[in-house]
């Protein structure tokens, strides 16, 4: 993973990925890593690199579906 910063040229390691798959539930690619606390905030731009191409990502530190726990199932 690396943090986009517009204008620096030069790749700078922030942490890595552990997985990925697609959500179908979110209808978006989804990935769990490991970041450094430094860069570590909801809502962060980043690079990661899938299969050799880069794709950008954003940090999000709570659930992609249902947020709110609303469809829950008792």
Same mark, same amino acid.
């Not at 993973?1 to 620096?8: A, K």
């Not at 697609?22 to 539930?25: E, F, I, V």
């Given at each position: 993973? =690396?943090?986009?910063?517009? !204008? &620096?040229p030069?790749q700078?390691?922030v /942490?890595?990925?552990t997985s990925g798959a697609? !959500?179908? +539930?979110t209808h978006e690619s *989804?990935? *769990? /890593?490991?970041?450094? %606390?430094?860069? +570590? =905030?909801?809502?962060?731009?980043?690079?990661?690199? &899938?299969n050799g191409?880069?794709r950008t990502? %954003? +940090? %999000?530190? !709570? $659930?992609r579906?249902? $947020? =709110? !726990? *609303?469809? @829950?199932? @008792?």
């Open positions: 993973m =690396q943090r986009r910063r517009t !204008g &620096i030069r700078v390691y /942490g890595y990925v697609y !959500g179908y +539930a *989804l990935a *769990l /890593g490991y970041l450094k %606390s430094h860069v +570590a =905030q909801t809502g962060a731009g980043f690079e990661v690199e &899938i191409k880069r990502a %954003s +940090a %999000s530190d !709570g $659930p579906y249902d $947020p =709110q !726990g *609303l469809r @829950m199932r @008792m």
